[in-house]
Nanobody
Framework: QVQLVESGGGLVQAGESLRLSCEASGRTFSRSIMGWFRQAPGKEREFVATISKSGSNTNYVDSVKGRFTISRDNAKNTAYLQMNSLKPEDTAVYYC??????????????????????WGQGTQVTVSS
């Protein structure tokens, strides 16, 4: 069983930055791909970013490319989402997710929520204009 705890959300103005953290319990973090998803009020949960087990490969939704950076520190069992140049449309609850895939290549990533087995409780990000 893996538990994920997000932190770092808050209220910022447009153009500012936030860094979200996702700390995982257990010993399987380094064998898991990690993803960040978000859900705005009245909208479906959407993919934001994903990172491979080794951190060598990342993928992003087009709307955040060049502004957001996903990273991970396997020694600390923690994944991060650095969010720069935030926009009001980035306002949402942000969730981190993990999928333990010991037999997948170190470059594998996924943008599909159904592939992830473990989810955090979410952290609110609000961007004012």
């Amino acid at each position: 069983q893996v538990q994920l705890v997000e932190s770092g959300g808050g209220l910022v103005q447009a153009g500012e930055s936030l860094r979200l953290s996702c700390e995982a319990s257990g010993r399987t973090f380094s064998r898991s791909i990690m993803g960040w998803f978000r859900q705005a009020p009245g909208k479906e949960r959407e993919f934001v970013a994903t990172i491979s087990k080794s951190g060598s490969n990342t993928n992003y939704v087009d709307s955040v490319k060049g502004r957001f950076t996903i990273s991970r520190d396997n020694a600390k069992n923690t994944a991060y989402l650095q969010m720069n140049s935030l926009k009001p449309e980035d306002t949402a609850v942000y969730y981190c997710a993990a999928d333990e895939l010991p037999y997948r290549s170190d470059t594998y990533t996924s943008r599909y929520s159904y592939e992830y087995d473990y989810w955090g409780q979410g952290t609110q990000v609000t961007v004012s204009s």
